[in-house]
């Protein structure tokens, strides 16, 4: 059923990422989907290091997704007034993020999650998140906040 529905997500981002749905979109992502899917099962069973992703990241991947939207309105503003005002508005801030162990592939497939939904807005990106701090560089366009669990940097 896991591979049933990581071929459904692949099939879904290709119809959506096609812009249009017709029979050869159809076709064709079910091919590109079918090809992805048993590239990911391959992979997965030669990985030195195993990711598991939870439920627990669709709460935090809505609300980056919801996100997305005024996020880019803010930073298309904020960079018109930058080339206007001709000054630099970007900033590197340290927000606290958890790390958790090194060697549980929930913790993996976790931080990989943030760190992906973090990179995700354009008005910020993760510099670098290190092993053994609790802690992350950001790079933002906006104001230095801090997010709301320490476990998410989205």
Do not use: K, Q
């Amino acid at each position: 059923m896991v591979w049933l529905g990581v071929w459904l997500g692949l099939f879904a981002l290709y119809l959506m990422l096609a812009g249009t749905v017709g029979l050869h979109e159809a076709a064709t992502g079910f091919v590109v989907a079918g090809l992805l899917t048993a590239w990911a099962r391959r992979t997965g069973r030669h990985a030195p290091r195993r990711f598991v992703l939870s439920r627990a990241a669709l709460p935090w991947g809505g609300r980056a997704l919801a996100r997305l939207i005024p996020a880019t309105g803010r930073t298309a503003l904020t960079l018109v007034r930058a080339i206007l005002g001709h000054r630099h508005p970007g900033h590197a801030v340290r927000r606290p993020f958890l790390h958790g162990p090194e060697d549980d592939p929930r913790e993996r497939g976790r931080r990989a999650c943030a760190l992906l939904l973090a990179s995700l807005s354009p008005d910020s990106f993760v510099l670098r998140a290190d092993p053994g701090r609790d802690e992350a560089l950001v790079h933002s366009l906006g104001p230095a906040g801090s997010p709301p669990d320490p476990r998410w940097l989205a």
